[in-house]
């Protein structure tokens, strides 16, 4: 099962708005409603933002947000803050009954 | 609320086994619809998922990994464990163990802090 592919990097300015896409086949994204996503900061463990490709944990701000469609997710997120700094993981379900997560997304806010 | 920690050696040598448990607070591991995984993320590299224990004692692998892993329940220590036999550097990771928020593999909350494992002679 191959990574879903996520651009390496991606920057915002401060109070806009950004989006990381995360693309997959049919075998996985295509097929589910399984997306979640993970922001994990330097040396801290990931931290899950969105699961079931839309629903925020309790906690998550509702600044974050996520959609689908087709074989592509996306993470939206508005207003953007200095701490938003940090790599983001999407992952998926997929048809073989196992996870795929994608390569990453460093967000720089400048 | 449920805290996970991970626990085990930092150095193994190559060919040998790798043990790692994960001790589970604010809750019990063996009740409830409750999957209990382990992911690895090599350094400075993406995650990787390794499997999980579903709290009934099933389990399920990472076809890539499946040859070479077990994770066990000890449900008198509230405890789950990964054994990586035949380890190579390939393996020098951070663990991390986690639990799902829902149901099977659809989002990991909360996630033990990780630990780091070298493998080296």
């Known amino acids: 099962q191959s990574a879903l592919t996520q651009p390496a990097s991606v920057t915002g300015s401060p109070g806009q708005s950004t989006t990381i896409s995360c693309s997959g086949t049919?075998?996985?994204?295509?097929?589910?409603?399984?997306v979640s996503w993970y922001q994990q900061q330097p040396g801290k463990a990931p931290k899950l933002m969105i699961y079931d490709v839309s629903k925020r944990p309790s906690g998550v701000s509702n600044r974050f947000s996520g959609s689908k469609s087709g074989n592509t997710a996306s993470l939206t997120i508005s207003g953007l803050q200095a701490e938003d700094e940090a790599d983001y993981y999407c992952s998926s379900y997929t048809s073989s009954s196992t996870l795929v997560f994608g390569g990453g997304t460093k967000l720089t806010v400048l | 609320q449920v805290q996970l920690q991970e626990s085990g050696p930092g150095l193994v040598k190559p060919s040998q086994t790798l043990s790692l448990t994960c001790t589970v607070s604010g809750g019990s591991i063996s009740s409830g619809v409750n999957y209990w995984n382990w992911i690895r993320q090599h350094p400075g590299k993406g995650l990787e998922w390794i499997g999980y224990?579903?709290?009934?004692?099933?389990?399920y692998y990472n076809p890539s990994l499946k040859s070479r892993v077990s994770i066990s329940l000890d449900t008198s220590e509230n405890q789950f464990s990964l054994r990586l036999s035949s380890v190579t550097a390939a393996d020098t990771a951070v663990y991390y163990c986690?639990?799902?928020?829902?149901?099977?593999?659809?989002?990991?909350?909360?996630w033990g802090q990780g630990t780091l494992v070298t493998v080296s002679s």
């Open positions: 224990i579903y709290s009934s004692g099933s389990t």
């Open positions: 986690a639990k799902d928020l829902t149901y099977s593999l659809r989002g990991f909350d909360p």
């Open positions: 049919s075998s996985d994204i295509g097929s589910y409603h399984y």
